[in-house]
C-alpha cells in the first residue's frame, strides 16, 4: 500500500537547521510531484516547497524562500527539505505529498523552534 514515512523533526533553537525526509513506497515515485506542507496550530495548512517530477523544478512560499530547500532522490524514493535560519514562526507539523491525478500524505513531522 502506499505509505508516506516523514522523519527528522525535532525541537531546534531559532537560527538552527533541520533535514525532513520523506520514504516512499508503494507507488511509482518519480512520476509524482512531490511537496511540502506545514500546519501551525490554529492555522491553515499551506504549501511550503514542490519539486517536480520530470525535471525537479523546484518553488518555494515567499516566508521560506533563501532558507528552505527542497530534493528529491528517485533512487532512494525520498524527498527531503533543508530547513536553515529557523524561525519561531517555522514551528508547525510539516507533511509531505505525493501529487499527480492523486494525492497521498504522510502523517507528518513536528518541528519546533524555540529557545
Known amino acids: 500500500q502506499v505509505q508516506l514515512v516523514e522523519s527528522g523533526g525535532g525541537l531546534v533553537q531559532p537560527g538552527g537547521s533541520l533535514r525532513l525526509s520523506c520514504a516512499a513506497s508503494g507507488f511509482t515515485f518519480s512520476n509524482y510531484a512531490m511537496k511540502w506542507y506545514r500546519q501551525a496550530p490554529g492555522k491553515e495548512r499551506e504549501l511550503v516547497a514542490a519539486?517536480?517530477?520530470?525535471?525537479?523544478?523546484?518553488n518555494y512560499a515567499d516566508s521560506v524562500k533563501g532558507r528552505f530547500t527542497i530534493s528529491r532522490d528517485n533512487a532512494k524514493n525520498t524527498v527531503y527539505l533543508q530547513m536553515n535560519s529557523l524561525k519561531p514562526e517555522d514551528t508547525a507539523v510539516y507533511y509531505c505529498?505525493?501529487?499527480?491525478?492523486?494525492?497521498?500524505w504522510g502523517q507528518g513531522a513536528q518541528v519546533t523552534v524555540s529557545s
Open positions: 519539486i517536480t517530477s520530470v525535471d525537479s523544478r523546484t
Open positions: 505529498s505525493a501529487q499527480r491525478f492523486v494525492a497521498y
